[in-house]
């Protein structure tokens, strides 16, 4: 019910909102992963329903394919896609710059390929998520089966030379279990602290033979959608310099009461 959602949740789905409504008819729109992702899909589904916006929805992962198809969006591939005008995606963390780290979900491989196949790439994300330096989120990054702990090796003895805080790894685990991307590879957890040089080390993990690819996103987000607990949304546009604001609805709870369970 819309009066249990948390400040948190509320902030998300504001966040959402804002970003699914800046989707015109014709496009094609690459449709992140993760919690705040979700609530943007349902949006453009009830955008669909209600308005008959017509959109082609490339899918960052299984699962936001599955509920895009339930909602109603038309879901194609990106190869069948070919350019897209817009992605809407997640993140874990972003700074004063617009860079990122994702793929706390797991599914940055994909979102990566998606987001930089776009014209624009808009972020969204509660508060919580702005830092003054990347690192605090673990670092996700990842690497083929093979061979993944002579990979893990490599990437410690790598951040021995970064400008880094914590240089500790983990394999991410499904129980007991490793946890498995929609690629079939495996995830090391970075726990970083802090990123002096998020460029230089992007660079350097994708030289490491078994790697796939990292979680950190460089100059690719253009956008960010900020939301906050009492419904206010923020727009950052890293291009243009601007910052807009939206204020919450005078009314109040009313601008979450087409919130379903």
């Not at 990437?155 to 240089?167: F, K, S």
């Not at 946890?179 to 994708?206: C, K, P, S, Y």
């Amino acid at each position: 019910m819309t009066g249990e959602m948390s400040p948190v949740d509320k902030a998300k789905y504001v966040a959402a909102r804002r970003a699914a409504d800046m989707v015109q008819d014709g496009m094609r729109v690459g449709l992140g992963t993760g919690s705040t992702a979700v609530w943007m899909v349902r949006r453009l589904g009830e955008r669909v329903k209600d308005e008959g916006l017509q959109i082609k929805g490339v899918p960052t992962s299984s699962r936001t394919a599955q509920l895009a198809r339930e909602v109603g969006i038309e879901v194609v591939s990106l190869d069948q896609a070919g350019w897209l005008d817009m992605t809407i995606d997640g993140a874990d963390e972003f700074d004063g710059e617009l860079n990122l780290i994702k793929g706390g979900g797991g599914a940055h491989l994909q979102e990566k390929i998606v987001a930089t196949a776009s014209d624009r790439m808009v972020v969204i994300a509660d508060a919580g998520k702005e830092v003054e330096t990347l690192g605090a989120f673990p670092l996700p990054v990842e690497v083929v089966p093979f061979g993944w702990q002579t990979t893990r090796t490599l990437i410690e003895e790598a951040l021995d030379t970064m400008d880094v805080l914590g240089t500790s790894t983990a394999l991410r685990m499904n129980g007991e279990a490793p946890f498995v991307t929609d690629e079939g590879n495996h995830i090391l957890d970075l726990h970083l602290q802090r990123i002096g040089n998020a460029r230089q080390l992007a660079l350097v993990l994708n030289q490491v033979p078994g790697v796939v690819e990292n979680g950190l996103f460089i100059d690719i987000c253009d956008k960010v959608v900020i939301g906050y607990g009492d419904g206010r949304v923020e727009v950052r546009d890293i291009n243009e310099g601007t910052i807009e604001t939206d204020q919450p609805a005078e009314s109040g709870e009313n601008l979450f009461l087409d919130i379903v369970d």
